[in-house]
């Protein structure tokens, strides 16, 4: 009978782990993928870098902004091809991840990226948007699991500011204060 009551009253060494333990810290994950977040840049003009309402972060775009490099600039078709372009909206993704990490202190109160709206700025004739904006997307999965997969729209243009090749914008779902 005293064995039962212990047993009830004091968890199994299975139940303190899995409950006291990280699946995946995102930030270490980052690193494992052999990237680096960069620092966080203030707006290049009269607007903040993301707006919360309740769990939801919407972000301003964010550029593709290495941590330890210059801004990456060109037109996608003509400066840099398709694979260049995927590798700029990686970067344009930790940017992002940067801002977060700087609102909510840890990567890991993402619950979900909910939307994400990417720019090409590419050539006329130029139509995959889609493989490029998926070097965000495929980081956002590599770094969050499910918690990445999210809605998304890419986007062609014949400009984007300070010739960036990718502008990118999410709403990710964060966890309650």
Do not use: W
């Not at 494992?32 to 309402?53: C, D, I, M, Q, W």
């Not at 940067?98 to 993402?110: R, S």
Request: with cysteine; proline share 5%.
């Amino acid at each position: 009978m005293l064995a039962r009551k212990l047993q009830t009253c004091i968890p199994s060494v299975k139940q303190v782990f899995t409950t006291t333990r990280r699946m995946v810290h995102v930030e270490a994950k980052i690193a494992e993928l052999g990237f680096k977040l960069p620092a966080v840049n203030s707006p290049k003009g009269n607007y903040a870098l993301l707006s919360r309402t309740g769990n939801l972060i919407f972000t301003a775009g964010h550029l593709p902004q290495p941590a330890d490099g210059e801004l990456i600039t060109g037109k996608v078709g003509k400066d840099l091809d398709e694979e260049d372009g995927y590798k700029a909206a990686q970067f344009a993704a930790l940017s992002l991840l940067a801002t977060l990490k700087e609102e909510l202190g840890d990567l890991d109160k993402i619950e979900k990226v909910v939307k994400v709206v990417g720019f090409v700025n590419c050539v006329d004739g130029f139509t995959n948007q889609p493989k490029v904006i998926n070097g965000l997307s495929d980081l956002l999965g590599d770094v969050l699991g499910e918690k990445g997969k999210h809605a998304r729209s890419a986007v062609g243009t014949n400009a984007l500011p300070l010739n960036v090749p990718v502008e990118v914008e999410v709403v990710v779902q964060v966890k309650s204060d």
